[in-house]
Structures are given as C-alpha cells and as structure tokens.
C-alpha cells in the first residue's frame, strides 16, 4: 500500500484506536489524532530513549544506536524531542541546515540513509532558551509529530530529555502502540535510583519497558590496558532483574565518544573496530529482538 493510500478510511485494521473518537472528543481532535497516527503507522517500531538524569549517555546512546541500526540497512528515523537541551544536532553535525517543506510535511534531514529530526534545528539560534509550559510543549511535540514527512521505516528513536517531565510524557500520550522505551542509565547508585522512577513512570503510561542500558560501564585504559570501573559496574543490570525488566547490554567509557560527540560524527561510524562499537551492536540486537 502507498504511503498516500495509507489513511484511517482506507485502513482496514478494524480495531485500531485511532479509528474511535474518544469520549467527549471534538471532530477536530480526532482530525489530529488520525493525521498523527497515519504518520506513525508509517513506522515498524517506536521505541522511546529515556533516562532517570541528565549526563548518562542518553542522546549518545539515541545517536548510536539508530546509526547502527542505519548500518545494518534498516530505514531509520531519529527524532530528538528535548526542547531546552537538544544535543543531536551537535552530535550529528546539523547546526546551520535548516530542515525544508516537502509535498507532505517537513522533510527530515538526512545523515548517510538516517533521518533526523530536532526541534533544535527550528529554533532561531542554537543558544536561544525556550521558556514554555507544559500545554505548549505537548502542543509543539504533537505539531512536530505529525508534521515530519518520515516515509516508510523500520524504526523511529525518540530521544526524549531526562526525567519523567512534560517531553516524554508527551510522547507516550501522543503515539499510540509505542512500542517501548529504552532506559540509559550509568551504572552507580545515584543514577540508578532515578532509574526504578523512570520504569515506574512507564509501568504508569502503559509503555512497555524495552530494557535498560548500562553506560560508561568501566574504562579500558590506553595506556596501560588496566580496566578500571570509573562509577563502578553491574548496577543497571542488578536494577533490571530487581525490576524485572530486560538488561539490553553495558557500554564501556571511551574518551573517543566524546570526541565524536563534539565532531558531529556517530562513534560507530568514526570508530567501527572500537569495543565501544561492538557493544552498541549488542545492544541493538536486544533492541532487534524486542528485549528479549
Ligand atoms: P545525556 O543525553 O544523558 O545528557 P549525553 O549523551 O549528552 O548524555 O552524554 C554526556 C557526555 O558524556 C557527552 O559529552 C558524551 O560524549 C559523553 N559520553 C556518553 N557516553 C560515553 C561513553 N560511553 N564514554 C565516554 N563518554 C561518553
């Protein structure tokens, strides 16, 4: 079926949501909920990259895992939803290419075959703060949601910022059938108790927990080959049996990450032979097979 064919009327799954008006839903509403959901029906799988704070790999983690996904031929779309902080157009190199209007909607830019998206790119300047409340964000993430013209893919990863606030909250209302969220978590004890809040949150909305990720689990010295557990080891793995959830894989620390962060570049791309590298890949088979 072509993408334009692909419409709530034409739709034969009889028992989607998005078909029924909610109670007390005005005909308009419906009208934006179905447009959002006909974007979304697009897409294979959804998953949702959480974390209990900020600081934890998170957006690292989004970029990582969709390029390597992209890498191993899927069609892969990156969206990053944080309004006050947005990182991937510096992660990506992105700043200074404004997104353009296609025939239906505004056309993602593209990083090799990923497409991207951030709200950072349709902002005026990339130090300008956004100061808006909650309805408004959820508001601009609807308008955002609907409007990016994906196509046809394989997987949508929504970075959304850290915590439990207005942005991924917005997100789990607004796609039905997301599919899971991933949680990025290092692997210490401070960041893991915002971790048990970040599954509890999505036990709330009805999002399913794909897994957690452990990051800047351990540091391989250069130098001398020495391993050392910079914030210790096996937390986010000890968390994920505690709450019964899956544990999707570690990934080391390696001072390169951060170089490729700030050069523009995905670490898996910059440094294919790296151990990094090969637990991204890791992970990502979790994330292929559902967590399981
Ligand atoms: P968050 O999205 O959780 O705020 P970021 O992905 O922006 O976190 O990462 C924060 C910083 O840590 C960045 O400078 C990033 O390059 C660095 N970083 C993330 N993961 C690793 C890692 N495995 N090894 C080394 N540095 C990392």
């Not at 080891?233 to 544990?247: D, Q, T």
């Amino acid at each position: 079926m072509s993408d334009e064919a692909k419409t709530c009327e034409t739709c034969e799954e009889k028992s989607c949501a998005s078909k029924q008006a909610k109670p007390g839903e005005t005909a308009e509403a419906v009208q934006e909920r179905q447009a959002l959901a006909r974007r979304m029906c697009a897409i294979k799988k959804k998953y949702l990259v959480m974390s209990g704070k900020g600081g934890v790999g998170k957006s690292t983690v989004s970029v990582n895992v969709a390029a390597t996904l992209a890498q191993q031929g899927y069609r892969v779309g990156l969206l990053d939803v944080d309004i006050h902080g947005p990182s991937i157009p510096t992660m990506l190199n992105l700043y200074g290419k404004r997104p353009v209007n296609g025939e239906d909607g505004i056309l993602p830019l593209e990083v090799g075959s990923l497409k991207v998206m951030s709200l950072g790119l349709l902002l005026e300047g990339r130090d300008q703060a956004v100061i808006w409340r909650g309805p408004m964000k959820m508001n601009v993430i609807k308008q955002f949601l609907t409007d990016v013209e994906w196509g046809e893919l394989d997987y949508l990863i929504v970075d959304a910022p850290p915590g439990t606030g207005d942005e991924p909250l917005s997100v789990c209302q607004l796609i039905e059938g997301l599919d899971g969220a991933l949680i990025v978590t290092t692997p210490q004890e401070v960041a893991i108790s915002d971790v048990r809040r970040s599954v509890n949150f999505c036990r709330q909305v009805g999002v399913p927990v794909l897994g957690i990720v452990e990051n800047m689990s351990g540091f391989v010295c250069p130098h001398c080959g020495k391993e050392t557990d910079v914030f210790r080891r096996g937390g986010g793995e000890k968390l994920a049996s505690e709450m019964n959830v899956s544990f999707l894989g570690r990934i080391p620390m390696d001072p390169r990450v951060v170089l490729a962060g700030d050069e523009g570049q995905s670490f898996v791309e910059g440094y294919p032979d790296s151990p990094a590298t090969k637990a991204f890949a890791e992970v990502v088979v979790a994330v292929r097979d559902g967590g399981k």
